[in-house]
Structure formats: structure tokens, C-alpha cells
């Protein structure tokens, strides 16, 4: 009886020691998987931010300076065009 619990001792200070070095692993994993989020991914996602603000900004600048004027100038012939239409019909 001695015998088996001297091994259960044993056997459990073992698993002590493994669950302990795996513990340690998986910190240092974690803190591997900081360091990369930080250093790598970071500098990805202010790179993607940036391209969408100028992205946003090119937007902007040709709606206000192509797309609005050709659609008030289109809006202006297509009603000066229907109105001749119903000005000659009239006739």
C-alpha cells in the first residue's frame, strides 16, 4: 500500500512539473503573439487607414468637382430638352 502511494506521489509531482512547463510555454507564446500583433499587424492596419482616408478624399474631390457639376448640367439640358419637346408639340 506504501508502494502505490509513494508512486501517486510521485506521478503527481511529475504532472506538477509538466503542467508547470507547459504553463511557461504558453506564456511565452502569448507574449510572442503580443509582440507580433504590436510590431507587425499594427503597422499593417495604420497602412490600411491611410489608404482609406485618401481613398475618401479622392471620393470627395471628384464628386465635388466633376460629378455634381455634370449632374446639374445634365439635369439643366434634359429639362431644356423636355420643355422644346412640349413647346413644339404645341404648335
Not at 510521485?10 to 504532472?15: C, M, P, S, Y
Not at 507574449?31 to 481613398?55: F, G
Not at 465635388?64 to 404648335?91: D, Q, Y
Amino acid at each position: 500500500m506504501a508502494f502505490v502511494r509513494d508512486l501517486a506521489i510521485i506521478l503527481l509531482a511529475v504532472e506538477s512539473l509538466v503542467v508547470g512547463v507547459l504553463l511557461i510555454v504558453l506564456i511565452w507564446e502569448v507574449r510572442n503573439l503580443a509582440r507580433l500583433l504590436r510590431e507587425e499587424i499594427k503597422p499593417i492596419l495604420d497602412s490600411a487607414d491611410e489608404t482609406v482616408r485618401t481613398v475618401r478624399g479622392t471620393t470627395t474631390f471628384v464628386s465635388e468637382t466633376f460629378v455634381t457639376p455634370m449632374v446639374r448640367v445634365s439635369s439643366f439640358a434634359s429639362g431644356l430638352a423636355r420643355a422644346l419637346r412640349i413647346l413644339v408639340r404645341r404648335k
